[in-house]
């Protein structure tokens, strides 16, 4: 073959191909790349993917992938390197069109490859001034803009002619300087590649980014009009750039100094224009932040849900839409709702965002608002049917039932008309494979006709994918579900089974039964209607019975009510600065005659907020408070010359450091009985859940783990957004969980504890159990013994020995404290080891510890490393066989030799008896002197043998 043929075949086969797969991977990307309007656009679009390839992984696109392997083969296979010279002309742009395929797929390192090669192998090929724009865009995708931004100008010095390559260099220098915050220098490149591009579509991207650029410098005049110049292309421009041209300009219209007709009807027209369909969730928006901004909140709210209603892809559109709902909720005082909306904006939002962090912080802030309003909303309406008369009561709910009525008429009517509607498709499309079928059976030359009856079944039996797949009855489930409500309406639940039609099971003949449904039919419809049974919530007595009828219930309803109204006083005055709708509330709450409680701090804060919005009713609410309650710490601060001074020095920040001085200190009782008026006295203010915790740590020490955890649960849910509270839900997650698990005798025991439980500790019986632990400890100077008092419940404490470090130890003290004369201890004393010790206390189980349980194993130690085996040395035993086996060789030896003499047997008798006193146990004291007090109670051989063991 000659070397004009494989030019031709490169050019016209290899690389053809390969052309055409990149043009379809580069029309996909195009397609699937969504441009953010909310940000400056980039030039080249493309969307560029976080996650990296790994080796042998898979391609994103097969069209790239074709286009690579295009190349890779017109260089392998048609390259003719001959003498070092290439003398194929059309391996420049098989090395080009391989670059190009890498930087789609998003291998830069690849692709710059490549161009570099290009760009030393073939200087003089005729592609060399795309190649090396394309080696820029690839270094700018690998953040190398300033070596892009140098190379791209000396590139600009080589071009002669100012033809697409010229834009094409400028359009990317542009993207270079934008990426460096050089935007003076980008607005010029800019327009030249406006000026030189041959595409529409790139003409109007590039004049869009030049509007955008002028936006970001603060030059409104030039953004609108290069906005404008986007306009002006009309059908020439993308549709979504003309209409976001409109939307930029609308941002910056004056709603206060500007043409408002005009504006209306120019989005008025945008509206109607059928092109603008799929723009209409930003033309809605739009013009919803136009009525939003001349304060005319029903007009946005209805552009807003009109803009929601589209279900843009936009998120952030979506999510602007619920923010700006929420916000005119929010400035109408209409927390609830607001709420809603902001948990719909946050789904919206990226929660990587500061946005999003500021709308969950502020949705915090409004979660105790939902939930109060919500019990004040309740509880008053029940409280108020409560008020009425049994006649007035009967009254409303008639009302109500009959509005019900109404409501569930419609609604059942729409719902029959959606089944009719279902059911005539179904029908439809029943007949349509009738006809189908008719057709195929009178066609002579069907296949199913013509099919042996011994052939298999058609195998595409079944449903089908195709549009008639629900024409078959059972497989459309529409008309499936219609059918079984139409059943259950007429027949009711049937079970399974022979004579199914029967109600009782009973034997009724079919012309029976048909008969009794003639004679059913042709009776009064208004008999009919009066034998129908009536729904519950169709009747007064329904609700009217779920009404509250004890007074204790009545109470419980008002006392919940009037906190709500409360808190709520708080939360608007402090959190929201709402000091009207502050006032309000608390002064409903007045009126409701609350528990003492809530009175004084209700009227010292309506007297905080008069003192902003009307001064002489805060006058009046001083006075009042001074008269009525002149020893209140209110009344103090507000007699005070130096309020500040006297509310800090009672302040309670102050108390509670006290109250938690005393805690560490164990003052138990002292603290649980201050922490309880400590709340009643500052209910409402913030630190009540630091109250309210120190109480439940208070509880769990004196009451047990079960009351701990009951008190736990009541901070964790009454104040969920302090830290407080969520310190009591993560003690509830895992602090309680493990202590729950705890179990006796589960841990091998290190030391161990005598404990004697006494009720009364100034009874002096106990008084005197307690000098007698005093003195054994003090003249115990062997070990070291400490005693203590330790509260175990409520009403019972221990008195407790501390420092045995064994059970034997611990019981032979008791021995001596029973037996001893000094001592003469009667009480029942308790062993028990500080592991064990610790759960009691915990959980308040000393009853069961005395129960007899089975003993549980402790987990094995953990072998330490064997030390090295040292040499022992020899004791009396073994001199003595020593001594012995020495003379019995000295006698074979000798056997004149005389026999042992006496002082031989004598040294043998002193060494038995060393051996028999190493058996008995030492004794620190001669036994024989009565006084003597015993370091241990003589042992049994039964207790030698257990301690062995042991």
Known sequence: MNREFQALNTKFNVLYHGNVALEKGVEDLKLQYKDNFWERLPVERMTISKENLMPGQ???????????????????????????????????????????????????VPALEAFNYVLYKYPESDKIYEVKIWREKTNMRMENDALAVTNLRKLLKEIKFKDQIFADANATLA???????????????????????????????????????????????????????????????????????????????????GDTLAFVEKFKDLLEDRENRPFLDFINHQVALFYDGQNNDNQAKKYYNASLRIKSEDQYLGASNYRNLADIYFDNAKYATAGKYYDSTLVKLDARTREHKFIKKKRENLEDVIKYEAIAQKND??????????????????????????????????????????????????NDVASRDSKSSNNPGNKEQ????????????????????????FYNPTTVSYGKNEFRKKWGNRALQDNWRLSAGQSKTVEEVADEEAVADKKDPNLKEMEKPVEPKYTTDFYISQLPKSQTEIDELAKERNFAYYQLGLIYKEKFKEYKLAANKLEQLLKNNPEERLVLPSMYHLYKIYEIIDKDKALAMKN????????????????????????????????????????EQGDLFTVLEETESAIDQYTGEEIVSKFELLKAHTVGKLKGLAEYKKALNFVALNYPNSSEGKDAEQLLAKNIPSMEKLRFDAEPAKSWKIVYKVTNETDPKTKILIDKFKKFTSERTSQKLTYSV???????????????????????????????????????????????????????????????????????????????????KPNARDKAKE???????????????????SDDEEEEKNESKEKESNKRPSRLRNQSDPNAIPSLQPETKKKQEENKKS
């Open 175 to 257: 993207q270079a300087f934008l990426n460096l915050q050089e935007k003076d220098s980008a607005i010029a490149k800019l327009r030249l590649a406006t000026k030189f591009t041959k595409s529409d579509e790139e003409k109007a991207r590039y004049r869009f980014i030049l509007a955008q650029v002028f936006d970001e410098l603060g030059q409104k005049d030039s953004a609108y009009v290069a906005y404008q110049s986007v306009i002006d292309m009309k059908r020439k421009s993308p549709r979504r750039y003309v209409i976001q041209a409109h939307i930029m300009q609308a941002k910056q219209f004056n709603y206060k100094t």
């Open 790 to 872: 330790d509260i175990y419940t409520m009403t019972e404490k221990f008195v407790v020995m501390h420092g045995m470090n064994s059970e034997v130890n611990a019981n032979d003290i008791i021995t001596i404290l029973k037996d001893y004369k000094d001592y003469k201890i009667a009480e029942p004393l308790t062993v028990i080891s500080n592991e064990n010790y610790k759960i009691v206390q915990i959980k308040k189980n000393f009853e069961e510890f005395l129960q007899p349980r089975a003993k549980v194993e402790p987990a094995p130690a953990i072998p330490e490393p064997v030390a090295p085996v040292e040499e022992e």
């Open 58 to 108: 898979a391609q994103k696109n097969a069209n790239f992938e074709r286009a690579e392997e295009k190349a890779t083969k017109a260089i392998q296979k048609r390259s003719m390197n001959i003498d070092g010279k290439e003398r194929n002309p059309q391996m420049d742009e098989a090395h080009l069109l391989l670059g190009k395929s890498r930087y789609y797929d998003q291998r830069f």
């Open 450 to 473: 013509s099919r042996s009856p011994m052939a298999p079944p058609d195998q595409n039996f079944g449903p089908r994918p195709s549009s008639s797949s629900a024409t078959f009855y």
């Open 883 to 901: 001594r012995a086996k020495a003379r019995e060789k000295q006698k074979e030896e000798q056997p004149n030799m005389r026999p042992p003499s």
């Open 624 to 663: 009042q408070i001074i008269s009525k309650y002149p020893e209140s710490r209110y009344a103090q601060i507000l007699n005070s010359s130096n309020p500040s001074e006297t509310a800090l020095s009672q302040s309670p920040e102050t108390r509670y450091a006290n109250l938690y001085t005393k805690y």
């Open 381 to 430: 309406s029940i409280l108020n049917l409560v008020a009425l008369s049994e006649g007035g009561r009967k009254q409303y709910f008639e009302d109500y039932i009959a509005k019900l009525k109404i409501a569930d008429e419609k609604a059942a009517t729409e719902e029959k008309k959606r089944q009719e509607l279902a059911e005539r498709l179904g029908n439809s499309g029943a």
